[in-house]
């Protein structure tokens, strides 16, 4: 399933043709793709027979050790490097034939270490290729002011100022507003954010998840970091020393299915968790939630839970937010759900928690199931460490022994199980029949 899933969205390369987005978007398709330095006394390639397709609107990530060849992949699909064999063609037609200044003008390209000019000051940074394309000042001015916001930053503050007074991550997201600046149907970049500390990389990466999202662009990223490239990557292509290609795949399979020893080590021996990461809690079906009002009696809530008559009531207020679990053994039906009796409504997960992060906070809650919670607050159902479980095995059933490990609290563990409210046994990942969620 996971293999046709571009980060959520189902993409083939038959919609990728029509859908209205995609079409400002373009293919890429490496076929054969050899380079050798000519100065190279040991004959050894840079690249060596590389093939990709790349599929409009996908982020297709290049990681492999320092020296494999991903540069020189990048600068030979905008021609400023010439293959020494085999074609690259965009959107199906061979680039060999096309003039390289034309090519480049649909090509946005962020180079490693950034690459601003440093006597020039944002805005002209940003203009450069408009400026070639002969735009007029007031539209490229427009433009420039559209690309910083774009890329979070403040115009008024940094139009006018020179690369030197920004800080690294501000660069990075110049780099990133300049290639972005003719609207080009495909990206190259080079370790765009090779060059900032982890905390703004990690900011960096979720605002080019966000902006991709809007955009829609073909983008070939590069980088040494894998965790990056599993994040970022809606296909990996993990590339070894000598230019040769040691697998293509979508980085869950890259993480299930590891294609030789190489791959295995280079994603690391905690592949199962990485895995977790791709996925997030809205892609569950969460288990009914035990329901009852506060201030209505306890023997609503019951009645409403069903046959079961669950341990555990979710208090909700009148407007449907969560504000506690109640521990309704042994009170009476006609005792109205008091929230000061309650405990405080935790873990609360959102649908865009991974589920690596899910783990750990249930992992943190000793056994009791997280409650999946609407923008607003307002309960969806639960989620429970086995669904976790379960969910990570069906995305593959025949990976390597150390994806199957099931964490603390799993299928193994009844524990984990005994005192879930809901209707999880025998049912999982299913809602009980008629048990109703406020707002739907
Ligand atoms: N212009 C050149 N002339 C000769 N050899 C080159 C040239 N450019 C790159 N190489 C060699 O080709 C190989 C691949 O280089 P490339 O820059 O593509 O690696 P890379 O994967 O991008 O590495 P890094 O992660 O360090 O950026 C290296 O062995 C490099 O020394
Ligand atoms: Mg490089």
Known sequence: MAENTLRGRALSATDAGTSPRARRAATVALEHVSKRFGDRA??????????????????????????????????MVNRLIEPSGGRILIDGAPIAGRDPTELRRGIGYVIQQVGLFPHQTIAENVEVVPRLLGWPAARRRERVEELLRLVGLDPARHLRRYPAELS????????????????PPLLL????????????????????????????????????????????????????????????APPAELLARPASDFVARFVGTDRALKRLT??????????????????????AGRARAGSGAP?????????????????ARGLPDDRPADVAAAQPPTPLLQP????????????????SPGIVVDGAGRPMGLVTVEAITAALQDVDGDAGPDTRQAPPGGPSD????????GAMDGDRGRPAAGTPLPGG
Do not use: N
């Open 42 to 75: 040991d004959g050894q390639l840079a690249v060596d027979d590389l093939d990709l397709f790349v599929p409009a609107g996908a982020t297709c990530v290049l990681v492999g050790p320092s020296g494999c060849g991903k540069t020189t992949t990048l600068r």
């Open 168 to 183: 690294g991550g501000e660069r990075q997201r110049v780099g990133v507003a300049r290639a972005l600046a003719a609207d």
């Open 189 to 248: 970049m080079d370790e765009p954010f090779g060059a900032v500390d982890p905390i703004v990389r990690a900011r960096l990466q979720e605002e080019l998840l966000r902006l991709q999202r809007e955009l829609g662009k073909t983008i070939l990223f590069v980088t040494h970091d894998i965790d990056e490239a599993i994040r970022m990557g809606d296909l990996v292509a993990v590339m070894r020393q000598g230019g040769t290609l040691a697998q293509f």
């Open 278 to 299: 791709l996925r997030r809690v809205g892609e569950l079906t969460p288990a009914s939630v035990p329901l009852a009002v506060a201030g209505e009696p306890v023997g």
């Open 311 to 327: 341990g555990r009531l979710l208090l909700v207020d009148r407007e449907g937010h969560a504000v506690g679990w109640l521990d």
């Open 352 to 367: 865009e928690t991974t589920l690596r992060d899910a783990l750990s906070l249930l992992l943190d809650a000793a056994g």
């Open 414 to 421: 009844p524990s984990a199980r005994r005192d879930a409210p």
